[in-house]
Structures are given as structure tokens and as C-alpha cells.
């Protein structure tokens, strides 16, 4: 047969990371950081127990709880360069490019653990993602 081939097309997408392996790069990604890219000196600390506490909760479907330890208790430490274009006086991240790297990540975070919640509960009103 001399015919011409067929042609295939193969689209591969990624496999989603579950909401604790992305919680984990970023506890990996503070604990990489420099200690002089931290406001003070407990906030690496600080920050990786809030988050792993965050994750425990999460492993065990809990949703409201973590979505308000992540906004109020990470979130809203790392978001002056989203928000502002600087890191501002509550950050606890000093420099941009630790904060561009990690706050897309927490945020996407909580906001899909905002929207599971509304799932579930759809007259949620939600909790504040950062201040």
C-alpha cells in the first residue's frame, strides 16, 4: 500500500500537584532561602509551622481552618509585592523575588480551597485570603 501516514496529534498535560505537594515546594523553597531575606529571625519558622499545620489540615479534609491559617497567617505576610509592586512593613519575605515565587503558589492555594469550601457550603461568604 503506498498510501500517505496518518497524522496523530499527543497532548500531554501535566498531572495536577496535590494542594500538599505544592504547600511542600514552598516549605522547601523557605528553607533554601537565606536567613538576611527574612524580616526577623523566628519568620522562616514561623512561617514553615504555620504552613505545615496548614497541610495536616488538609490531609485530614479539613478546609475552612487551613484556607484561614494560609490567608491571615502566610498570605498576608508575603504579599506586599503583589500587591504593591514593594514589600511593605508587615512582609515578612524582604525582597521581591522570594515573594513572586512563593505567593502565587499560597495563593492558588487558598483559592482552591476557597472554592472546594463553596462547593460544599454554597452560601460561604469565605475568609480574608491577606490583609
Not at 52 to 72: C, F, N
Not at 90 to 106: G, I, S
Not at 116 to 130: A, M, N, S, T
Request: charged share 30%; proline share 7%; aromatic share 6%.
Amino acid at each position: 500500500m503506498d498510501s500517505e501516514p496518518d497524522q496523530v496529534t499527543v497532548t500531554v498535560e501535566p498531572k495536577p500537584q496535590s494542594l500538599s505537594d505544592r504547600l511542600a515546594w514552598v516549605i522547601g523553597y523557605l528553607r533554601d532561602m537565606p536567613d538576611d531575606h527574612f524580616r526577623h529571625k523566628h519568620a522562616r519558622r514561623s512561617l514553615v509551622r504555620r504552613i505545615r499545620v496548614a497541610t495536616k489540615l488538609i490531609e485530614r479534609d479539613h478546609l475552612v481552618s487551613p484556607a484561614a491559617i494560609l490567608g491571615l497567617g502566610v498570605l498576608s505576610k508575603t504579599n506586599g509585592c503583589a500587591r504593591h509592586g514593594s514589600p511593605d512593613r508587615t512582609d515578612w519575605l524582604r525582597f521581591c523575588v522570594d515573594q513572586d515565587a512563593v505567593y502565587p503558589v499560597l495563593h492558588g492555594v487558598v483559592t482552591e480551597l476557597i472554592e472546594r469550601i463553596k462547593e460544599q457550603w454554597p452560601h460561604f461568604r469565605g475568609v480574608p485570603l491577606d490583609r
